[in-house]
């Protein structure tokens, strides 16, 4: 299970999270949806302190951390219990597509190479690349590219795998086969928070959702709870506003 309790986040004087309380349990996938500017893709990366919380604490099972007084050997403890699939994918553009995929396991996690290059195999296999792995990123599509970034954070096996908008970056063309591959991992049991804009794509896959807008959680629930039946008015405008033939129920 992992609890965001307290959360806040700001820069300088502009302050993005005011509070957030959130809990995910072990093969929830977790969909943050709101607008931009709503501090969704802040309390992402405070998750593996990529930002580091101004207040409160993450815990992850047993693993806890502070905001206000992390240790060094504390960050990376979280950091190897969660992999980051990014929006511009982060490829080291002079690597293969095997090569990137091992780099974590090499370098982060110390294994052999002969052992980290069988679980990016059976990684890239599993997100449909088994056929690029001598290539580079420059010969890959956007959607590609992305995937390999999926398969790097899967080899890493941890036990959270965040998404800052993994589709936003694509040709419209090419968002549904990233999307396909997120839904396989999904139908595997992986613990997975997911900042999108894919309305759809988030009913669909996610167990729990949150509407996030002005640095705090608006609501949150079950996809047909939020979707269909919001409690909050700043929900209801924002499912109109996104998606022009929603309606909910009373």
């Known amino acids: 299970m992992i609890q965001l309790t307290n959360i806040h986040k700001a820069f300088g004087?502009?302050?993005?999270l005011n509070g957030i309380h959130l809990t995910v349990e072990k093969g929830d996938v977790v969909a943050i949806l709101g607008p931009s500017g709503s501090g969704k893709t802040t309390l992402?990366?405070?998750v593996n302190f990529l930002e580091r919380p101004n207040e409160g604490e993450i815990s992850i099972g047993d693993f806890k951390i502070s905001g206000k007084h992390p240790s060094k050997q504390d960050i990376l403890q979280l950091r190897k219990k969660?992999?980051?699939?990014?929006?511009h994918y982060n490829l080291f553009k002079h690597k293969t597509v095997l090569e990137n995929v091992m780099e974590g396991l090499v370098i982060a996690q110390k294994q052999p190479k002969e052992e980290?290059?069988?679980t990016s195999l059976e990684v890239l296999n599993k997100v449909g690349l088994s056929d690029k792995i001598d290539a580079y990123p420059s010969q890959?599509?956007?959607g590609q590219q992305q995937r390999v970034g999926i398969a790097r954070a899967l080899a890493l096996n941890p036990e959270v795998i965040l998404f800052d908008e993994p589709t936003s970056a694509l040709d419209p063309e090419l968002v549904g086969e990233v999307l396909s591959v997120i839904r396989k991992i999904a139908d595997d049991g992986v613990t997975m928070i997911i900042v999108t804009h894919e309305v759809s794509f988030a009913r669909e896959v996610s167990s729990h959702v949150v509407f996030m807008d002005g640095g705090v959680i608006v609501e949150q629930g079950e996809p047909e709870d939020v979707f269909v039946r919001?409690?909050?008015e700043?929900?209801?405008q924002f499912l109109k506003r996104v998606t022009p033939d929603w309606s909910y129920v009373i």
Do not use: D
Request: one cysteine or more; hydrophobic letters at 30%; aromatic letters at 4%.
């Open 13 to 16: 004087k502009n302050k993005v």
């Open 44 to 46: 992402l990366r405070c």
């Open 82 to 87: 969660t992999a980051m699939v990014f929006q």
């Open 116 to 118: 980290a290059r069988r």
């Open 140 to 142: 890959l599509s956007g």
């Open 230 to 232: 919001p409690r909050e």
């Open 234 to 236: 700043r929900t209801r």
